[in-house]
């Protein structure tokens, strides 16, 4: 039995391909009820997102073919078309990759957190799906924590790798708070538009979409929760406002010195910040001469964005010495669930002695309630303590990364039963 992991993601595979293998919360049930078999897959998780369609499984060899042959027949992909995109890693390779994409750290933008919702919102599927047990359920628990850790321990989140956020992050740091702050949003162009859910997000108190087109600046008004205005407006909604976002696609500058000259004149010199995602740019450059305003441009959030990208990957390597460390600490884990069969069985086999010989002596000596149960405690306390030194050496093979071979040598020595599957069913 090995932990198996059977994937494409972002970089194996085109999106295409991954769009017809991607598994819903709605199908994932179907798939779990195909999937889990007991000779080949144990337990299973599903892990379905637009960069990444994954399986993670506890299961014999051969489980690799299993899951690939579920995938053609549930998704309608023919395995010729899948197997040069998969990439296939077991034992510690797998638990590595499975800490590493929790943690964010093999995700397309390092240390981007929606990662971590999905991964709980999978695990949750396949709890509900009863596709997870022991192992399964150990490894994804301890996943998340990996993912808090690297979080708390590391600042692989903390700055800014997209454009829209790093504009948000700059007005931050002239602004400080953004909570009661006013913007405008001059355009609608995706960027800006993101920049502006950004801003609401922070805190920002009123927001006004400026537009040409009427219809569109409602349209994005409502969807953002703020007001629509049309472009005869701008220059005065420029003395109301502290943020200004530009993104209109216009072939020159909208917004002039001699504009932002006149605006500032009746806020009373109050800061006005500027963030320009258009190209060409919508705000003359000569804006920034005038005192107290300040201008960003596509170019300069680009160069924030490349740095704080540098940061981040210095962090990332921090993050994988946590993940390599907590891998470690599961295969310590892992190896003492190979003789925990083994010494369920053998405890098993020992009490059903025990309680067998019990009986017979009790019927013999006709004992009264007193006296059986001292027999009884005698005779529990003899099978703990010879059973004592067994058990522990069984831990202690474990720990040294021999449970394995000691488990099957106590089997043949005591000539027990194979019990492991009835033990992992009854431990789910």
Known sequence: MDILVVGINHRTGPVELREKLAISQGEAKGFYSKLLDYQRVREALIL????????????????????????????????????????????????????????????????????VGQVKDAFESALTSNATGVILNQLMKKALSVSKRVRTETGIGESAVSVSYAAVELAKKIFGD??????????????????????????????IVVNRTPS??????????GEAAGMDLLEAKLIEVDIVITSTGAPQTIISRETVQRAMKERKRRPIFFIDIAVPRDVDSEVQRVENVYLYDIDDLEQVVEENRKRREKEAAKAEAI????????????????????????????????????????ARLRLNGKEAKALEALTAAIVNKILHPPLSYLKDASARGEGEKIAKLVRELFSLEEKDADTHRDQR
């Open 48 to 115: 379905s997102t637009c960069n990444r369609v994954e399986v993670y499984s506890w299961a014999n060899k051969g489980g690799e073919d299993h899951i690939i042959s579920t995938l053609e027949e549930v998704k309608g992909v023919p395995a010729q078309e899948i197997m040069p995109c998969l990439y296939i890693y077991r034992g510690e390779e797998a638990v590595k990759h499975v800490f590493m994409v929790a943690s964010s750290l093999d995700s397309m933008v390092i240390g981007e957190p929606q990662i």
């Open 178 to 207: 953004l909570a009661n702050r006013r913007a405008m949003l001059v355009g609608a162009g995706e960027m800006a538009e993101l920049a502006a859910q950004h801003l609401v997000h922070q805190g920002v108190s009123h927001l």
């Open 216 to 225: 569109k600046a409602h349209e994005l008004a409502q969807r953002l929760k």
């Open 323 to 362: 993940v390599e460390q907590e891998v470690e600490r599961f295969f310590q884990w892992l190896r003492g669930q190979e003789v925990v069969p083994v010494i369920v069985s053998l405890r098993n086999w020992c009490e059903e002695i025990r309680l067998r010989e019990l009986e017979k002596a009790k």
